[in-house]
């Protein structure tokens, strides 16, 4: 009698239980405007971020960021968000309105936030909102500080050269 009632209710479980595994996950699209200011905001100083950016995946793109996390790079009329920036590690997502792509990113910011290491994938293609495309890694180095780093170097040597009447 006990299993008649214990029986359905853990039989409905299980079914429920394992079609909700055999379905894949869906990753929704969600424009970088339409985020409430409690989830665009997360811990972190963001004015890190802030400057030009060598983005490096085989060639090398510029992005401009501004003081929220937030820019654009010229590809495709390209676009990304800050989702979270946490001690070095920076969350992001991207859109490309031009080929109607858009997708999330990650990456490891040195410990200066002078470059990083970052790893991209895609949550829509399209009208597909489940691709199974990859995505890739890339490198990221702030503009200013190869520039500094240039200079620098640059100076040393100069400095190095005995002074000549």
């Not at 983005?55 to 929220?68: N, S």
């Not at 590809?75 to 991207?94: A, E, Q, V």
């Not at 293609?125 to 503009?143: M, S, V, W, Y």
Request: with cysteine.
């Amino acid at each position: 009698m006990l299993l008649r009632y214990i029986g359905a209710p853990f039989f409905f479980a299980c079914a429920l239980l394992a079609t909700a595994c055999a379905k894949p996950a869906v990753h929704l699209a969600v424009p970088m405007d339409s985020l409430p200011p409690s989830m665009a905001s997360q811990p972190g100083d963001r004015h890190v971020l802030v400057g030009e950016w060598e983005y490096e995946d085989g060639a090398v793109v510029r992005l401009t960021i501004d003081e929220q996390g937030n820019g654009h790079y010229g590809w495709k009329d390209g676009r990304f968000g800050t989702h979270t920036l946490i001690g070095h590690t920076w969350h992001g997502m991207w859109l490309q309105k031009a080929n109607d792509r858009d997708g999330g990113f990650t990456v490891e910011l040195s410990p200066d936030f002078s470059e990083g290491e970052g790893r991209w994938w895609y949550s829509r293609i399209g009208t597909d909102h489940a691709p199974t495309q990859k995505g890739g890694t890339f490198h990221l180095g702030k503009k200013t500080a190869f520039m500094n780093h240039r200079n620098t170097s640059i100076l040393h040597r100069h400095r190095e050269k005995p002074l000549t009447p």
